[in-house]
């Protein structure tokens, strides 16, 4: 199987009084080789690597490395700047991890001609592999089928990170295997936005890029194996009990606030981890975050 | 005259080879203040400040200052993380800036709450006035009337730049009288948008905060010196007169690429000034931006 399929965890990168919270993120990443998951992304969007200096940044891909034990992990190396994306590169590298995740970020609206430029020069610089990152919520970057067909044609790129897939299982196959066609055979996709990880896996998807895996691994690692396994309505079933996690997700604006104050909630960051200005959920919100995890019985 | 009122030049940041060209942004903001802007806004939007280091934006706002003459020079210190954003206020100060511009930058979505707490905490913390800068173009956060009254009670708020009125004149009044309504009489509005900077003054704005001034200021200042005389006719005939150059600016894709092919077909920036990933514009419309230019005998 190739290193970019299965289940891949995205932590939390928590903040203490706007420091790096160094032990709690290595107490994530101890946590996530344990549930044995396929992979360890760290600093993607869950791990708030936009708000994070290089410093920063370079310390976190090491204590992601040195604590993963064999699980591969995988860098963000997003940044606004392709300069400050090659540096992200080089540290995450010296690091020792085991492929790049990268994101079109934008501040100025971007070219898909701008896009193809920024893969081709990390992809040319970098020995690593690299995960194509479609997040358009957070980018505001639209990717065509076509360019992902360009960009995956560069050598060096290992994997296709969507942005979810249609509701209707009809639809969502026909959409994974549109991709799949423009695309070279050895290029996994892997579908993201957690309430999609069981279908987009039902739909021929390689991999699950997951939020909710990087603090709560158990229920991911389930629906993973379920699905690799062919068993795809228990991976429905049990993606479907955890919908009112979706519900919060989908209310709250995102994930990565509700991911928060779970992680909060069961004592795996410090409370308000988020780098402000984000300044998380307001207590009634948390309050309804904890309601569902004891009914969903995620705190173990 | 508030200093926040009046023409507000907006210049580049220009890059060589990813580095600061010192000289050229030396050049621009000389050639700012022998124009008799209002004020030169460094490291704005256009001037890249999203893509530069803290260490290079402390050194363009040192280099702004001293090469403005006595031009008032507000500075950009927006940034992801609200941490990150005090560090440039503070350098902005020991630069000897009069004023700070902050635009809510987002890569994960922002409530109304985060945003105000933001503005909040730089207030406090800073002794400069401090220009709310609306831009969701670039930062897809949606200002309402009612944030922008909270925000403008805070003490030290200054100004806030809009982005473009309504084209119908009516409406573009009822507009900026609608905001007015929400804020204190000391808060200037200024317009953005130059292709709206006629017909934002003409609407009742205070100041336009201009983009073209930044590099091609002269046209700019016929159209703030005859609003402020009321001569709106004059403001809107010189306005329509550049209309070719207003639509290169719709054309292709918003402001920058086309100011920055401007200021490297007047020798002003070297070629290539953009932060990659932004690759400017192609050969052809670079073509038709030095017609424009001729054409409009922009070049003086």
Redesign the interface.
Known sequence: MSPFAGLSAFPLTPLHD?VVDERAFAGLVERLAAADVDSITALG?TGCA????PIERARVARLAVEHADRTPVFVGISA?????VLLHAANAERAGAAGLLLA????????S???F??YQ?VTARSGLPVIVYDNP??T?FAFSPELYGRIAELPGIASIKIPGVPREPDAARAHVAEIRATIPDHVTIGVSGDAFGAAGLAAGCDAWYSVVAGTLPSPAARITRSSQEGAFDAAAAESARLAPLWELFAEF??S?RVIAAVAEHLGLAPSRCL?????GLDDEQRGRVATVIEELSLGG
């Open positions: 706007d969007s936009a708000y994070l200096s606004l700047r392709t300069s400050e079109p970020m934008t501040y100025q609206p971007l070219t001609d701008d896009v430029e920024m020069t919520g957070t505001h604006g995102g990565l780098p402000l200005p984000i300044r």
